[in-house]
């Protein structure tokens, strides 16, 4: 069984950064993807960016447009998402998650609980 726990999910104003993290605890995690999802209000749960935690290969959602950097710590198991710029339209639950990385999606083995962003105009 694998743990995810996200952090880093804040009220900010448009226009601040923020940095979420995820650690991953527990027995070996089936594949060597991670991701962020996000569900904002109104909508379907939607990727965000992924990684290889092996490599470090990055993958982002093209709605991202540069202004997300997603990055990880290998040693220490842990996921980042560094997001500049943020707009209201950003304010939502922030999920990561392990499983099996491909172009623009990660099909997910294990899911953290969420960390809330909430971005005021």
């Known amino acids: 069984q694998v743990q995810l726990e996200e952090s880093g999910g804040d009220t900010v104003e448009a226009g601040s950064s923020l940095i979420l993290s995820c650690v991953a605890s527990?027995?070996?995690?089936?594949?060597?993807?991670r991701a962020w999802f996000r569900q904002t209000p109104g909508k379907e749960r939607e990727y965000v960016a992924g990684i290889k935690m092996n490599t470090g290969q990055t993958d982002y959602a093209r709605f991202v447009k540069g202004r997300f950097t997603i990055s990880r710590d290998g040693f220490k198991n842990i996921m980042y998402l560094r997001m500049n710029g943020l707009d209201p339209a950003d304010t939502g639950v922030y999920f990561c998650a392990a499983g099996n990385l491909i172009p623009e999606y990660l099909i997910a083995s294990f899911w953290g609980r969420g960390t809330e962003v909430t971005v005021s105009s």
């Open positions: 527990g027995s070996a995690i089936s594949g060597a993807g």
